[in-house]
């Protein structure tokens, strides 16, 4: 299995960027679709970004669409989060999470993944 680690999360103005790491240890990481979701207090965890084991295939939830880049470096076993131009509404606890060979159709929903990190808080002050 694979074990993540997510980092780069902490307070932002509105308007400002961050940008959240996912290291991965444990198994080839370059096998594995990434996605990151994150949850919100009082709220269910959503979708926000996920990205195919090459990189070539990105996908986002409508609400950052334009604003946030999912990305990856299979060498350094590491996925990415680019968070630009943040709001308030993007304050949450954000998570990565894996999945073991092809993105799929379905990887906007959280069982399609297997293996998740403990997350890191993101909060937007306005």
């Known amino acids: 299995q694979v074990q993540l680690v997510e980092s780069g999360g902490g307070l932002v103005q509105a308007g400002g960027s961050l940008r959240l790491s996912c290291a991965a240890s444990g198994r080839t990481f370059s096998n594995y679709a990434m996605g990151w979701f994150r949850q919100a207090p009082g709220k269910e965890r959503e979708f926000v970004a996920a990205i195919s084991w090459s990189g070539g295939d990105t996908y986002y939830a409508d609400s950052v669409k334009g604003r946030f880049t999912i990305s990856r470096a299979n060498a350094k076993n590491t996925v990415y989060l680019q968070m630009n131009s943040l709001k308030s509404e993007d304050t949450a606890v954000y998570y990565c999470?894996?999945?073991?060979?092809?993105?799929?159709?379905?990887?906007?929903?959280?069982?399609?993944?297997?293996?998740w990190g403990q997350g890191t808080q993101v909060t937007v002050s306005s």
């Open positions: 999470a894996a999945r073991l060979g092809s993105l799929g159709s379905r990887w906007f929903e959280e069982y399609w993944y297997a293996y």
